[in-house]
């Protein structure tokens, strides 16, 4: 009888252990910085903002965004560029590898495990062959399209360089490539993905979980602070209005602190946040 009780004991000991919950796990959160590669000098402010002065000229810096993961992981939002041709084109000053300045932001090439690809532009997913042991993630419809039907005509593809849609093949074929399947999506912890802002096809924007609260990487769907600041959509879209709604949803989703949404291409990203090396800011 004695046994039995002992074990009738241990056997309630277990099933308590069994039911009762453990720790809820902790939300992945993300460092996020700023990392300036270049400067494409006297660029004009019309190709920025609907109904810029056509005179206006800004030096924009081109940048690629990192996010230090509290699980590892070291994503990037877009890739950069590289190919000689394109800095020569667009006399890019100050110009470093995306490699290079990603080191300088303190992760090698070889530990980026995946990048976010926010559109097919040549000055965003140029540098994606360039990070051996990255997962590549871009939406399914802006692969499919700039790979097939917008090379069917001469005016559907501007902006798109053959050399990285080759380059997306390949990784395909790697079996490094993966796709998000339209808005609102998470492809990875603590990291969603929106569509609607349509500078491209199917141009995407990344809201990242900081500890500050959501931080909106717009990329080029919002160029510069002041398509925000006075509701003007960008100058390259493919529905000024969709763009417009597109703002309207980022600032909604950093309601939480708006300091935390980073346009594509203003040079103020690196006087708003505190510098952490030369052409690096941490956003939070």
């Known amino acids: 009888m004695e046994l039995v009780i002992r074990m009738d004991a241990v056997l309630t000991l277990v099933l308590a252990l069994l ?31 609907a109904g810029a002065d056509p005179a206006r000229r800004i030096d924009i810096p081109v940048m690629v965004w990192l996010l230090k993961g509290s699980n590892g992981r070291r994503v990037l939002v877009d890739s950069g560029f590289y190919r000689q041709k394109l800095v020569d084109q667009w006399k890019v000053q100050s110009f470093r590898t995306p490699p290079d300045a ?20 040549w000055d965003h997913v140029g540098g994606v062959e360039l990070f051996p042991k990255a997962t590549i993630w ?32 390949r990784i395909n074929m790697e079996g490094r490539l993966r796709f998000v399947n339209g808005d609102d999506q998470e492809p990875i912890p603590g990291i969603r993905c929106y569509t609607g802002g349509k500078h491209t096809w199917a141009s995407q924007y990344v809201g990242v979980r900081t500890a500050s609260g959501t931080a909106v990487f717009t990329s080029d769907n919002v160029y510069l602070y002041e398509n925000l600041d006075k509701r003007l959509a960008i100058a390259q879209t493919l529905d000024p209005a969709a763009n417009l709604k597109a703002q309207d949803r980022i600032r ?8 935390l949404i980073v346009p594509g291409h203003d040079p103020a990203v690196f006087e708003r946040y ?6 690096i800011v941490r956003i939070r």
Do not use: K
Not at 19 to 46: C, D, H, I, M, W
Not at 115 to 121: D, E, L, Q, W, Y
């Open 19 to 49: 039911v009762t919950p453990g720790p809820s796990p902790q939300p992945v959160t993300y460092e996020a910085y700023a990392v300036r590669f270049g400067t494409l000098p006297q660029f004009r402010a019309a190709g920025l903002v």
């Open 138 to 169: 871009i939406q399914r419809e802006e692969y499919s399209y700039y790979t097939g039907d917008a090379w069917h005509a001469s005016n559907t593809h501007g902006g798109i360089d053959r050399d990285d849609m080759s380059a997306l093949l």
């Open 252 to 259: 909604t989703l950093a309601a939480a602190d708006p300091s």
């Open 102 to 121: 990603v080191t300088a932001a303190g992760v090698r090439p070889d530990e980026i495990t995946d990048i976010i690809v926010s559109h097919a532009h």
């Open 274 to 279: 505190p510098r952490i090396a030369e052409g």
